[in-house]
């Protein structure tokens, strides 16, 4: 069974994923829609597992904007699924938000 564990652990909770960042915030915005990354299939088909983290904009609108990967293991393995899973994501629209991170974490298995 594949898992995103930490994902929903912080889409439910709204903890931020990334302890001690540089973007301290007074509040992060709240989510209202959520999709979770596909597992994609060349990558479960050879076993893998791995991580990205990326860093985003909300816009006033609610939108997920100017998504930028910061981190990854393996590279260019689990990238595109996560890009993909984002422009389906919506905040409370409101203020703009800058720096938002999270990590999205790819495992196999029980």
């Known amino acids: 069974m594949k898992k995103f564990s930490s ?7 709204g903890a931020s994923l990334m302890g001690g960042t540089a973007f301290a915030q007074a509040a992060e915005p709240e989510l209202v829609e959520v999709a979770a990354p596909e597992y994609p299939r060349g990558a479960e088909r050879r076993e893998l597992e791995g991580y990205v983290t990326v ?9 997920v904007a100017n998504v930028e990967v910061v981190e990854q293991t393996p590279e260019g393995i689990f990238d595109r699924a996560v ?3 984002l422009e389906d994501w919506r905040y409370v629209p409101g203020s703009v938000t800058t720096g938002v991170e999270k990590r ?6 029980g």
Do not use: I, W
Not at 55 to 63: H, I, L, P, Q, W
């Open 104 to 109: 999205f974490d790819f495992n196999l298995g």
């Open 83 to 85: 890009l993909r899973a």
């Open 55 to 63: 860093r985003y904009n909300v816009t006033e609108t609610g939108e």
């Open 7 to 13: 994902l929903m652990a912080a889409v439910v909770t």
